[in-house]
T-cell receptor
Framework: DAGITQSPRHKVTETGTPVTLRCHQTENHRYMYWYRQDPGHGLRLIHYSYGVKDTDKGEVSDGYSVSRSKTEDFLLTLESATSSQTSVYFC?????????????FGQGTRLTVV | KNQVEQSPQSLIILEGKNCTLQCNYTVSPFSNLRWYKQDTGRGPVSLTIMTFSENTKSNGRYTATLDADTKQSSLHITASQLSDSASYICVVSARGGSQGNLIFGKGTKLSVKP
């Protein structure tokens, strides 16, 4: 899995609580991404980062925030979890942001909001 | 609207048989098309990536084809094995776009039975 570690791998949380998911990479890649995967949908981009402290919104960013204080770590925070955020979350990394660059994915975090 | 459609949604084949998965896209202007394999409970793993000028690319028993004129791609699996059971995801990116602009298909779920 290209030196990408997501934690936790599984989490159950209650509606209204904050949740933080962590993505850690050992590849020194500049770009990092958070996606969510839901039945009936392709992977959808939540936020991405193109460097330390440089982030941008993706297609489904509402209700999520991110932070990247170090090259190797990209955190995804659900400010107040809702049942609609029950999903599998994937972190991905790439060396550059150009369209032809290979992207590598972590193993995913299964989040259940009850 | 940029879209990636895959067919069939699911497929069951017997071990040792061949199969072909389809991907149609409306992404424009086209940059590259990728096929990923996603095992249950794991992140997607890249199989092939093809640019506009490439019409076929192989990775072991996997062969991807691309017809940029008709905006169609296929993934052919030869002599299937039980380990080929997975979801196969077609992903397209637009020229000039970034890694943040990958468009994912919903995937084809392949089951290989003994």
């Amino acid at each position: 899995d290209a030196g990408i570690t997501q934690s936790p791998r599984h989490k159950v949380t209650e509606t209204g609580t904050p949740v933080t998911l962590r993505c850690h990479q050992t590849e020194n890649h500049r770009y990092m991404y958070w996606y969510r995967q839901d039945p009936g949908h392709g992977l959808r981009l939540i936020h991405y980062s193109y460097g330390v402290k440089d982030t941008d919104k993706g297609e489904v960013s509402d209700g999520y925030s991110v932070s990247r204080s170090k090259t190797e770590d990209f955190l995804l925070t659900l400010e107040s979890a809702t049942s609609s955020q029950t999903s599998v979350y994937f972190c991905a990394i790439s060396e550059s942001g150009t369209a032809g660059t290979e992207a590598f994915f972590g193993q995913g975090t299964r989040l259940t909001v009850v | 609207k940029n879209q990636v459609e895959q067919s069939p949604q699911s497929l069951i084949i017997l071990e040792g048989k061949n199969c072909t998965l389809q991907c149609n896209y409306t992404v424009s202007p086209f940059s590259n098309l990728r096929w990923y394999k996603q095992d249950t409970g794991r992140g997607p793993v890249s199989l092939t990536i093809m640019t506009f000028s490439e019409n076929t690319k192989s990775n072991g028993r996997y062969t991807a084809t691309l017809d940029a004129d008709t905006k169609q791609s296929s993934l052919h699996i030869t002599a299937s094995q039980l380990s080929d059971s997975a979801s196969y995801i077609c992903v397209v990116s637009a020229r000039g776009g970034s890694q943040g602009n990958l468009i994912f298909g919903k995937g084809t779920k392949l089951s290989v039975k003994p």
